[in-house]
Nanobody, 123 residues
Framework: QVQLVQSGGGSVQAGGSLRLSCAAS??????VGWFRQAPGKEREGVAV???????TYADSVKGRFTISTDTAKNTLYLQMNSLKPEDTAMYYC???????????????????WGQGTQVTVSS
């Protein structure tokens, strides 16, 4: 059983930074990642990391966001820099047995989800 508990997020001005955290139990052999959904838009994959450490990013966040894990703390992070108003969304962490490169493009019907956290970027 995988459990994901998110923290972090909030409001920031454009150009600022935020870090999201996701405490994950039971997910050591899963791909884990971050997804987001803005009002009226489809859910999209942001960044994922496979159990072997391979990372995959959406083109829209490459060079600005960094996904990482702290295995000692069983925690997944998303460091978000140079934030833009279009990054405003509800952010979710998720875990699934499929490969990271696959789940980033299939942001629905994944195995396990965090509760979500709001990120708001003002211009």
């Amino acid at each position: 059983q995988v459990q994901l508990v998110q923290s972090g997020g909030g409001s920031v001005q454009a150009g600022g930074s935020l870090r999201l955290s996701c405490a994950a139990s039971g997910s050591s052999k899963y791909s884990v990642g971050w997804f987001r959904q803005a009002p009226g838009k489809e859910r999209e994959g942001v960044a994922v990391i496979d159990s072997d450490g391979t990372t995959t990013y959406a083109d829209s966040v490459k060079g600005r966001f960094t996904i990482s894990t702290d295995t000692a703390k069983n925690t997944l992070y998303l460091q978000m820099n140079s934030l833009k108003p279009e990054d405003t969304a509800m952010y979710y962490c998720a875990a699934d047995r499929a490969a990271g490169w696959w789940i980033i493009g299939h942001p629905y019907n994944l195995g396990y989800w965090g509760q979500g956290t709001q990120v708001t970027v003002s211009s």
